[in-house]
């Protein structure tokens, strides 16, 4: 089975620009988890779904990031404008909670860089 | 809230030796997960092992066990045989079992890197 993909891998993009990244979670699962890790901050919760809906949204730094879950199978991360800090890998995971034992699986990470 | 501590930064073993990396958490809970990620440098995470805390057994994993002490909130990594390919960021992570959307979540601590000597 494919495990969570995320698109782009890497992504150099210049200050004020637009970025969307994008996840695809595991088939079936219903629950959908955006993280970033920055040396500074770590590993940072930024928002999660379940069933398609945000639950929490706490960890989203500003309005310039926006996170939808339009359906099962796909969720977006957008950032607007973009700014130097915002530089990062973000993981996108996802989890189902009875048959895979409350274990979340990552996807492989996007890259971003803003300059 | 939930809190993962990883009071070690680094850590370094000789090859085919035993290291042991520390967890506390603190929680207010008696049902949840406890999982320990790698996470090498292409930065993919990993999951190594996972522990439910109604189970008193420990889990293993080949090379991975941990020792999970619940009334003492510690949760520690014992990797036998090093190997050079164990060398990466490991996380210690919790988890409620709780069936609430609200508790999905997974809190890590900061991590701990480890390295190999050959």
């Known amino acids: 089975d494919a495990g969570v993909i995320q698109s782009p891998r890497h992504e150099v993009t210049e200050m004020g620009q637009e970025v969307t990244l994008r996840c695809k979670p595991i088939s079936g699962h219903n629950s959908l988890f955006w993280y970033r890790q920055t040396m500074m901050r770590g590993l940072e919760l930024l928002i999660y779904?379940?069933?398609?809906?945000?639950?929490?949204d706490s960890g989203m730094p500003e309005d310039r990031f926006s996170a939808k879950m339009p359906n099962a199978s796909f969720s977006t991360l957008k950032i607007q404008p973009s700014e130097p800090r915002d530089s990062a890998v973000y993981f996108c995971?996802?989890?189902?909670?009875?048959?895979?034992?409350?274990?979340?699986?990552f996807g492989e990470g996007s890259w971003l860089t803003v300059v | 809230a939930q809190t993962v501590t990883q009071s070690q930064p680094e850590m370094s073993v000789q090859e085919a030796e035993t290291v042991t990396l520390s967890c506390t958490y603190d929680t207010s809970e008696s049902d949840y997960y406890l999982f320990w990620y790698k996470q090498p440098p292409s930065r993919q995470m990993i999951l190594v092992i996972r522990q439910e805390a109604y189970k008193q057994q420990n889990a293993t994993e080949n090379r991975f066990s941990v020792n999970f002490q619940k009334a003492a909130k510690s949760f520690s990594l014992k990797i036998s045989d090093s190997q050079l390919g164990d060398a990466a960021m490991y996380f210690c992570?919790?988890?409620?079992?709780?069936?609430?959307?609200?508790?999905?979540?997974?809190?890590f601590g900061k991590g701990i890197t480890l390295s190999v000597r050959p």
């Open positions: 779904f379940n069933n398609n809906v945000p639950i929490d």
């Open positions: 992570a919790y988890r409620s079992a709780k069936r609430s959307g609200a508790n999905s979540k997974l809190t």
């Open positions: 995971a996802s989890s189902y909670r009875i048959s895979s034992g409350n274990t979340i699986y």
